[in-house]
């Protein structure tokens, strides 16, 4: 099983790692496969909107609603989200060397969201990288099986583990 992780404690700056190492390994020519989130501060609101763009070469999906700037709750549109995750599911193992999704979040604790694509991917070989907070690292390590790797979350350290893992991949 080949799936990585990482962690951070500031708001936002996952979704920029994923995305910035996502988008330098496929320009690197690497076949990556996934999903992740751009966030866009808005003035108007305490907070941001989310986007997510499925990879390698989009749509870019919104996954989050516009519940007004004193909206506290939450703003998730989970049929957006189940949306994404289709587009996702039906590109994923056309050639992938490496699955990134943006995290692995409260849906996928409770069974839902990626889950099962992660497992699927994970049963076809393909390297899986994630982030996860603390609020879902019980769960995460759970479904693992102790199997997860924590990368350092600095773009490097990511594409590194892509790299080798791809290489693993073709010996």
């Given at each position: 099983m080949q799936i990585a992780y990482i962690r951070t404690k500031e708001q936002g700056h996952a979704d920029a790692l994923l995305t910035q190492a996502a988008d330098r390994?496929?320009?690197?020519?690497?076949?990556v496969q996934g999903i992740v989130q751009i966030n866009t501060h808005r003035p108007d609101?305490?907070?941001?909107?989310?986007d997510v763009r499925v990879l390698p070469d989009g749509p870019v999906i919104r996954i989050s609603q516009s519940l007004g700037p004193e909206a506290r709750g939450c703003r998730l549109d989970t049929a957006a989200l189940e949306g994404a995750i289709h587009e996702v599911r039906r590109r994923?193992?056309?050639?992938?060397?490496?699955?990134?999704?943006?995290?692995?979040?409260?849906?996928?604790a409770e069974g839902r969201g990626f889950r099962d694509l992660?497992?699927?991917?994970?049963?076809?070989?393909?390297?899986?990288?994630?982030?996860?907070?603390?609020?879902?690292?019980?769960?995460?390590l759970k479904f693992t099986d102790g199997f997860a790797v924590q990368i350092d979350a600095v773009e490097g350290a990511v594409c590194a583990w892509a790299v080798a893992q791809g290489q693993l991949c073709k010996a």
């Open positions: 390994l496929l320009g690197k020519g690497m076949r609101c305490h907070k941001c909107d989310m994923v193992g056309d050639g992938a060397e490496v699955l990134i999704l943006n995290k692995f979040g409260k849906h996928e992660i497992a699927q991917a994970l049963m076809n070989g393909i390297p899986v990288i994630t982030a996860v907070s603390s609020l879902n690292l019980e769960a995460f």
